[in-house]
């Protein structure tokens, strides 16, 4: 008698109805796994067809552009609807986005029991700083005791204090550096990121460490400069001079190359897994080392020098020594041994260096060249900040740096506000909902992240038109409190939207003149803003009292940008001519 016909030990019909199972299984589980849109929230049709739904397209976008937040915010316009969701994580929630600056302002102002801040955020930091404070919730104590840390770091007096004088050394540093440059050029365009980056990380190194600033990255370029007699120049003078670059110090280089990790991180659909990646290379893990036994050795040193003290007679020369002294009076309360040597000391310490220096420097070579293309905007700053500074004119020297941080010159700080407007140096703010909630009428489940950009229509281009009755009662309630920018000119680079007019006469610098989303707003609004400020301060009143920028040419003047840490020109060119 024949053997039945088998097939992997079974029958014939077995098999069939196994194969028709799992399939029918895989199926079920495809279909589950496909992207699921949250009801009344416009979203691309194609992408609920793919497990990667919207993920191709933005992995597209951002390979040929390097920017993902204009790819974000052309969804909005695409469906003429200031609310959409994308899908550009694999088996995860929509990212929703929001292009409104009225429901911005409300969420991060009035409902922050509604929305925290956003696991977007925590995915890309984790791997970098584990234990600092951005990755946190606003309700954890671990937050709150780490922001108190920190309570003392934006104070007028240790702005003024500490912080200015290291940033304007640095800036007259970068100054010197661009001479020697010049020289070199011959008047030829040459790059100047490199110069704002390494004039910030210096004055946020020695700020935050108290190092010996003659021991600047800028100094050390300064002397390599000075070295240089001949460079071989193209002929064409519109053509750039490429000037050689020094090294940068062992401990800066390695603080520089764990941050320029996260630009991999920010454009990943998988930022946890990429940066896990990222941290077993040899590279990493030796920057990583560099970083952390140079944070210690410093700590280490505070801590010897506070040894045996009281609080009230600490010596607090830098930002470390401050963290350190609230420490010290945190264990003094608490009973407890302090964490000077911990994770989450370094963390704060690195962050605090990452964020101070990174940001600022961005959105100083944007305004570089927002004022060269402006030439009458140019003009009219150094005329304000000369007659702002008479003592100095009829002296013939520099403002000091104390006299830069006290003087008011409104078009200065509408000139400030407004390259901060533009260069969206941070063009998303990002919440998660903590609760099952609604913008704009529409249901947003908790656990769902929330982009509310700066970088579209109702900062840059009008508002949609929503109903009042689509907002909260809080939001109705603050209609007017921030003005709203002419739609004639909301593209375009103009300080004088800044100024309104005073009740004494003449103009005065309004922050609330209109809508402004680069540093976020409310409690976990960005923590720096003030060192931001006075850091750009120094730095624009320094550079037109200094030189001219001259346009460069087109092929060198272009605005496309690359998202990173920060929103970055891809191009950043100056020709200087020296003021007289």
């Not at 191709?56 to 937040?69: D, F, P, Q």
């Not at 110069?195 to 390599?224: E, H, P």
């Not at 064409?236 to 670059?245: Q, S, Y």
């Not at 959105?363 to 009219?380: C, E, I, R, S």
Request: aromatic share 10%.
């Amino acid at each position: 008698m024949a053997e039945p016909f088998t097939i992997f030990g079974f029958g014939l019909s077995t098999f069939f109805l196994l194969a028709g199972g799992l399939t029918v299984s895989f199926y079920i589980a495809y279909r589950k796994a496909l992207p699921t849109p949250l009801p009344g929230i416009p979203y691309n049709k194609e992408a609920t067809s793919s497990i990667l739904g919207d993920m191709v397209s933005m992995v597209k976008h951002v390979g040929a552009t390097k920017e993902l937040m204009v790819w974000m915010t052309s969804h909005n316009i695409k469906h003429q609807s200031p609310i959409v969701q994308l899908f550009t994580r694999p088996f995860s929630r929509p990212w929703v986005v929001v292009t409104d600056f009225r429901e911005a302002q409300d969420v991060l102002l009035r409902r922050t029991k509604e929305f925290d801040r956003s696991n977007f955020f925590g995915d890309i930091f984790l791997g970098l700083i584990p234990k600092h404070h951005i990755s946190m919730k606003t309700p954890e104590e671990q937050f709150k005791k780490h922001r108190r840390w920190l309570q003392d770091l934006m104070t007028p007096a240790f702005l003024q204090k500490i912080a200015a004088p290291q940033i304007y050394t640095s800036c007259l540093d970068m100054l010197d550096v661009w001479e020697e440059k010049s020289r070199i050029a011959q008047g030829h365009p040459f790059e100047a990121p490199n110069d704002v980056y390494r004039a910030a990380l210096d004055a946020v190194w020695f700020l935050v460490f108290g190092a010996d600033i003659s021991n600047s990255t800028t100094k050390a370029t300064l002397r390599g400069l000075s070295s240089i007699q001949n460079l071989e120049l193209p002929i064409n003078t519109d053509t750039e001079a490429k000037i050689p670059e020094a090294p940068l110090p062992e401990s800066m280089a390695a603080v520089v190359h764990l941050t320029e990790t996260l630009e991999t991180s920010v454009k990943s659909p998988i930022p946890v897994l990429v940066h896990w990646v990222i941290r077993q290379l040899p590279s990493y893990r030796k920057a990583t080392a560099i970083k952390d036994n140079f944070i210690r050795d410093e700590v280490e040193k505070t801590r010897i020098r506070f040894e045996g003290r009281s609080e009230k007679d600490l010596d607090v020369r830098c930002a470390m020594d401050d963290i350190m002294r609230r420490e010290l009076s945190a264990c003094e309360k608490e009973g407890r041994a302090p964490m000077f040597h911990s994770r989450a000391m370094y963390d704060e310490i690195f962050g605090f260096v990452i964020a101070a220096h990174d940001t600022t420097a961005t959105t100083l070579t944007w305004g570089l060249k927002f004022l060269a293309d402006n030439p009458d905007v140019q003009n009219k700053l150094r005329a304000e900040i000369f007659a702002g500074h008479a003592a100095a004119v009829s002296e013939n020297r520099k403002p000091t740096a104390a006299e830069i941080a006290k003087t008011n010159i409104p078009y200065l700080d509408a000139a400030q506000e407004e390259i901060i407007r533009c260069s969206l140096t941070e063009a998303a703010v990002v919440r998660t909902s903590t609760v099952d909630t609604e913008l704009l009428g529409k249901r947003i489940p908790k656990g769902t992240d929330v982009f509310f950009m700066g970088n579209g229509p109702s900062i840059f281009s009008p508002a949609f038109q929503i109903d009042d009755s689509l907002r909260s009662q809080s939001a109705l309630t603050a209609k007017d409190r921030i003005g709203t920018w002419d739609t004639s000119d909301m593209a375009h680079f103009n300080p004088e939207r800044w100024l309104v007019e005073s009740e004494k006469g003449g103009k005065e610098f309004s922050a609330a003149a209109g809508p402004l989303l680069t540093f976020g707003m409310g409690p976990r609004g960005c923590y720096g803003r003030r060192l931001a400020y006075i850091e750009m301060k120094i730095f624009l009143t320094l550079i037109m009292w200094t030189f001219e920028l001259e346009k460069c040419p087109l092929n060198l003047s272009g605005y496309s940008a690359v998202d990173k840490l920060t929103h970055a020109p891809q191009q950043c060119f100056v020709r200087l001519k020296k003021v007289v």
